[in-house]
């Protein structure tokens, strides 16, 4: 059986830069082969107040949290 994949919509939570506004999530919802479980992959955020800072956050949605940074207005994903 193969893993099922969809793109969902999520509400989420940005959380750095003293700051913590609410902003939405794509990405894509895939299921976990033999479980009921599922994670998200390649969420993109949309719908920030524009004048958050360039700096590094925290984004939960869907269960879980992700660091990213805005660099020159765009997210990008965090890479230790």
């Given at each position: 059986m193969?893993?099922?994949r969809e793109s969902v919509?999520?509400?989420?939570r940005l959380v750095g830069m003293?700051?913590?506004?609410?902003c939405s999530v794509?990405?894509?919802?895939v299921s976990?082969?033999?479980?009921?479980?599922?994670?998200?992959?390649?969420p993109v955020i949309f719908d920030t107040p524009?004048?958050?800072?360039?700096?590094?956050y925290s984004i939960t949605f869907g269960g879980g949290t992700?660091?990213?940074?805005r660099k020159f207005g765009a997210w990008v994903a965090h890479v230790a």
């Open positions: 193969e893993s099922k919509t999520l509400p989420g003293s700051r913590e506004v609410d794509r990405a894509v919802k976990i082969q033999g479980t009921a479980e599922y994670t998200y992959t390649l524009s004048d958050l800072p360039d700096g590094f992700e660091r990213v940074q």
